[in-house]
């Protein structure tokens, strides 16, 4: 039988979130390891960052905090190097130098442009819901949060249809959300990377070949910096990232913003009665509620203090977003999902500013905000079950959640 500490991460996050308010009352950083997700070996030791102000400093201090180390709580076997190693984990003037090649891509221009498929894509998603289950019952997860952000992503990288279903699988291997049985974890992770990576190599050298194009991956392909191009690992290793961060991030969002207006039917009311007036804070609610991304880790580079702990160079440091965006001396009853909670001081959930903060903030939002557009104005009677989490303590990923369409609004 799994004990509630072997269970810590498949726990509803009220609960797990008791632990996290004892170390965020405690007056220096713990150093105690959190429990490990089912099956996992211990970890490498580490100080966990739990409070808002403590996030938001070593996010923003990446002089002192770097990315370099691993921002993952155990290091990535070097052999990982080639597909994982991006931009997420280097430092300035490296960093610097990808991100403003990258940003290209998410450019005010590019977003804009994006915003229209993305309505569409949310419409198509809700009509194909209906057809396959009318008024029926089916997967929240598989109608309705993963189909929106997966298909905005491979358009953005030109990926035909025939291989989404390959790229999600291949992310949900990467994430530990899934693997075949029998597989080794470990061996699942390098095997999805690199093919991944592969994948991202043939879409390469496939765009080369064409004239520059104005969308992501023409971008990316033809993106120079002072003459310098992305060399193939780097664009590989963004490929990676992107897929990943962009895919998974905002399913996880959108399921968990659904099961938060199921449990707060008054919050639901007052959003889809008046969406638009609400849309602009309820979607970061969203965010801060469900936190997809549970932690990031940075490394001390020099002898610090931090959240009144002396720390040495060289110790690893968890910021737990998921207990930063709870924390009682900065939001208000935490518990509480508020479609109108203040957007300042902004919560944490795409990082806690600085030079990392995500880059697909606004692309998330976007499709978060259409999604549930759609949702409101086609299935107001919709009724969802219980999450199951995927159990992991990197991401806050929904496996599945039961839902009941409800009779439809015609167009
Ligand atoms: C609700 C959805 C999302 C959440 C919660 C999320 C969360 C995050 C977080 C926590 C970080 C690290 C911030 C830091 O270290 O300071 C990050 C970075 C990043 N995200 Fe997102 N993300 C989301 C959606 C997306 C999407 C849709 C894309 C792209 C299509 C994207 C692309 C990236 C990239 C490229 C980075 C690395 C930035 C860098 O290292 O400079 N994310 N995201």
């Known amino acids: 039988m799994r004990t509630v500490e072997e269970d810590f991460w498949s726990l509803d996050m009220q609960q797990r979130d008791a632990v996290f308010a004892e170390l965020r009352r405690r007056p220096a950083l713990s150093d105690e390891p959190l429990p490990r997700p089912l099956g996992s070996p211990p970890a490498a030791p580490y100080r966990s960052v739990v409070r808002y102000d403590d996030v938001w400093m070593v996010s923003r201090r990446p002089d002192v905090f770097v990315s370099r180390y691993g921002t993952n709580i155990d290091d990535d076997p070097p052999e990982f190097e080639d597909f994982f190693g991006s931009m997420l984990n280097m430092d300035d003037p490296v960093h ?9 891509a998410f450019s005010p221009k590019q977003i804009a442009a994006l915003e229209g498929l993305v309505t569409t894509v949310a419409a198509e998603v809700v009509d194909a819901a209906i057809e396959t289950v009318g008024s029926g019952d089916g997967d929240f997860v598989d109608l309705f949060a993963q189909p929106l952000p997966l298909t905005i992503i491979m358009s953005m990288l030109g990926v035909p249809a025939a291989d989404h279903a390959l790229l999600r699988s291949l992310t949900d291997e990467i994430l530990g959300l899934s693997h075949p049985d029998g597989e080794d974890p470990y061996d699942t992770i390098a095997r999805a990377g690199r093919t991944l ?27 120079e910096v002072d003459g310098e191009r992305l060399t193939p690992q780097e664009f590989g290793a963004f490929t990676v990232l992107l897929v990943v961060a962009g ?8 399921a968990h913003g659904m099961d938060a207006l199921a449990r707060f039917p008054d919050q639901r009311e007052l959003w889809f009665g008046a969406f638009d007036a609400h849309a602009r804070t309820a979607v970061d609610e969203i965010v801060r509620w469900a936190t997809p991304v549970l932690y990031f880790r940075r490394t001390a580079a020099v002898d610090t203090t931090l959240g009144g702990t002396e720390i040495a160079a060289g110790e690893r440091l968890v910021m737990w977003y998921c207990s930063a965006n709870r924390d009682e001396s900065v939001f208000a009853d935490p518990h509480r999902f508020d479609v109108r909670r203040g957007l300042q001081p902004m919560q944490v959930g795409f990082g806690g500013g600085g030079p990392h903060f995500c880059l697909g903030a606004n692309l998330a939002r976007a499709e978060i905000r259409a999604m549930f557009d759609q949702l409101a104005r086609r299935l107001p009677n919709l009724t969802t079950g219980p999450v199951e989490l995927a159990g992991t303590d990197f991401v806050h990923g929904v496996r599945a959640m039961p839902c009941t369409l409800g009779q439809p609004i015609p167009y």
């Open 247 to 254: 895919n998974e991030t905002t399913r996880t969002a959108i």
């Open 96 to 104: 610097a130098r990808l991100r403003s090649i990258v940003a290209r």
């Open 197 to 223: 990576y592969d994948y991202a190599q043939e879409l390469a050298v496939e765009r080369r070949k064409r004239p520059p194009a104005d969308d992501v991956i023409g971008t990316l392909v033809h993106a």
